[in-house]
């Protein structure tokens, strides 16, 4: 497949900022062990943001007012609301997880949504994967673990870090496929006013989170949800959790799976010397050895996943191709036989049960077995062809 150029300045900059989001959150801790805010201050700022800026692009950019007024509706908030909800429940774990798990952990065990995607497409769905596939999401499984079990020689690995991980992935896979689904059934909706119509569902439950959870933190404040951020706070908010949710919307919309997943393979490598580099982490070839396992796994596993697709499209190609060919119900009588250019073919009239001849025509009887046509003596009852 032939990729324009805007295709893969989308694939750079998505698999940058995919990387930087989670060195970020790494980031935003000033070197301590927890954030020095609430994790609903930062998703719901980034959420309320999301509804700002879309909203003014999307003045600028289609219908003036009309626009701005899709980018609002309450319909389309509601419509969205059931996968705004997993995904405001994904945003508030992704900062929690990184309380107990670095970024390059966190980064390697978010790819285990592949394994809960295959559980969930067998149980809800009905529908397998190939030996091949759980081979590799075996494989996928291993490297994950030894990639925790190497990386626990060098820093602090939490069960808890690990479990909500795995929780936060299994929430945002459910987001993922209803929001796919409303997607497929919302086709005419501008791509900006899809962003702020999702967000704005967000940030309403992520609020109600917010002052339920952590209402002894505002009332402490006078209720400045801005309190305990820094300069790293503000980074996290623009060029990770805003930024991650515009392109994301853009990388569904532009950009087929395998794109989509290469980007996060190398992403993951990203992430992983991005802390050795830049935030003080030591090398560790078993490590390495581990990320890339769980990389070429993943990658693996898409392409064979590609594959099956593109069988499938054929086999629905042919079928729809032969349910265009069904057998003639028509009863013929053979006239005569002649050859003609080297081929033997049966002049024919075609008669209605019991009728008289209707037309009369010559079929080439190679051809016609190719098309599945079946041509009956009417006196006999036997088929010529």
Same mark, same amino acid.
């Given at each position: 497949? %032939?990729?324009?150029?805007?295709?893969?300045?989308?694939?750079?900059?998505?698999?940058?900022? *995919?990387?930087?989001?989670? !060195?970020?959150?790494?980031?935003?801790?000033?070197?301590?062990?927890? /954030?020095?805010?609430?994790?609903?201050?930062?998703?719901?700022?980034? %959420?309320?943001?999301?509804?700002?800026?879309?909203?003014?692009?999307?003045?600028?950019?289609?219908?003036?007012?009309?626009?701005?007024?899709?980018?609002?509706?309450?319909?389309?908030?509601?419509?969205?609301?059931?996968?705004?909800?997993?995904?405001?429940?994904?945003?508030?774990?992704?900062?929690?997880?990184?309380?107990?798990?670095?970024?390059?952990?966190? @980064?390697?065990?978010?790819?285990?949504?592949?394994?809960?995607?295959?559980?969930?497409?067998? =149980?809800? #769905?009905?529908?397998?994967? @190939?030996?091949?596939?759980?081979?590799?999401?075996?494989?996928?499984?291993?490297? #994950?673990?030894?990639?925790?079990?190497?990386?626990?020689?060098?820093?602090?690995?939490?069960?808890?870090?690990?479990?909500?991980?795995?929780?936060?992935?299994?929430?945002?896979?459910?987001?993922?496929?209803?929001?796919?689904?409303?997607?497929?059934?919302?086709?005419? &909706?501008? /791509?900006?006013? &899809?962003?702020?119509?999702?967000?704005?569902?967000?940030?309403?439950? &992520?609020?109600?989170? /917010?002052?339920?959870?952590?209402?002894?933190?505002? @009332?402490?404040?006078? =209720?400045?949800?801005? @309190?305990?951020?820094?300069?790293?706070?503000?980074?996290?908010?623009?060029?990770?959790?805003?930024?991650?949710?515009?392109?994301?919307?853009?990388?569904?919309?532009?950009?087929?799976?395998?794109?989509?997943?290469? !980007?996060?393979?190398?992403? #993951?490598?990203?992430?992983?010397?991005?802390?050795?580099?830049?935030?003080?982490?030591?090398?560790?070839?078993?490590?390495?050895?581990?990320?890339?396992?769980? !990389?070429?796994?993943?990658?693996?596993? #898409?392409?064979?996943?590609?594959?099956?697709?593109? *069988?499938?499209?054929?086999?629905?190609?042919?079928?729809?191709?032969?349910?265009?060919?069904?057998?003639?119900?028509? &009863?013929?009588?053979?006239?005569?036989?002649?050859?003609?250019?080297?081929?033997?073919?049966?002049?024919?009239?075609?008669?209605?049960?019991?009728?008289?001849?209707?037309?009369?025509?010559?079929?080439?009887?190679?051809?016609?077995?190719?098309?599945?046509?079946?041509?009956?003596?009417?006196?006999?009852?036997?088929?010529? !062809?």
């Amino acid at each position: 497949m %032939q990729y324009s150029l805007f295709q893969w300045g989308v694939f750079a900059i998505m698999t940058v900022q *995919r990387a930087t989001h989670n !060195s970020l959150l790494e980031y935003a801790k000033e070197g301590k062990k927890d /954030f020095p805010f609430p994790a609903a201050t930062v998703a719901w700022t980034s %959420q309320v943001l999301c509804i700002i800026i879309p909203t003014i692009l999307a003045y600028f950019v289609h219908d003036g007012m009309k626009a701005v007024k899709a980018c609002v509706s309450p319909k389309g908030a509601i419509y969205y609301g059931w996968a705004a909800l997993w995904f405001s429940i994904g945003d508030v774990f992704e900062i929690e997880v990184n309380r107990f798990v670095d970024s390059a952990t966190y @980064t390697v065990l978010s790819q285990s949504k592949l394994l809960i995607t295959a559980f969930l497409m067998l =149980f809800l #769905m009905r529908k397998n994967q @190939t030996p091949l596939q759980w081979m590799l999401l075996f494989v996928l499984t291993l490297g #994950m673990g030894e990639y925790v079990l190497c990386n626990g020689s060098t820093c602090e690995i939490s069960p808890t870090g690990i479990t909500l991980a795995v929780v936060k992935v299994l929430v945002s896979c459910v987001g993922a496929v209803l929001l796919e689904k409303g997607l497929k059934n919302d086709q005419g &909706t501008p /791509f900006l006013a &899809t962003v702020a119509q999702i967000k704005i569902a967000q940030a309403f439950m &992520t609020f109600f989170y /917010f002052v339920v959870k952590d209402w002894d933190f505002l @009332t402490a404040n006078n =209720f400045n949800i801005l @309190t305990g951020w820094t300069p790293r706070t503000y980074i996290l908010v623009f060029v990770g959790f805003v930024l991650k949710s515009i392109l994301s919307q853009l990388l569904l919309k532009e950009m087929d799976s395998l794109l989509k997943n290469i !980007s996060e393979v190398a992403a #993951m490598v990203l992430v992983y010397f991005n802390k050795i580099l830049f935030m003080g982490g030591v090398f560790s070839m078993t490590s390495f050895i581990a990320a890339l396992i769980v !990389s070429f796994s993943v990658l693996c596993y #898409m392409l064979d996943v590609g594959e099956q697709q593109k *069988r499938q499209k054929i086999i629905e190609k042919e079928r729809a191709l032969l349910a265009d060919t069904q057998p003639i119900v028509h &009863t013929h009588t053979t006239i005569a036989t002649h050859t003609i250019g080297g081929d033997v073919a049966s002049v024919y009239v075609r008669l209605e049960e019991g009728g008289e001849p209707e037309s009369e025509g010559v079929v080439s009887n190679e051809k016609a077995g190719k098309q599945s046509v079946r041509r009956h003596d009417s006196t006999h009852g036997h088929s010529l !062809s």
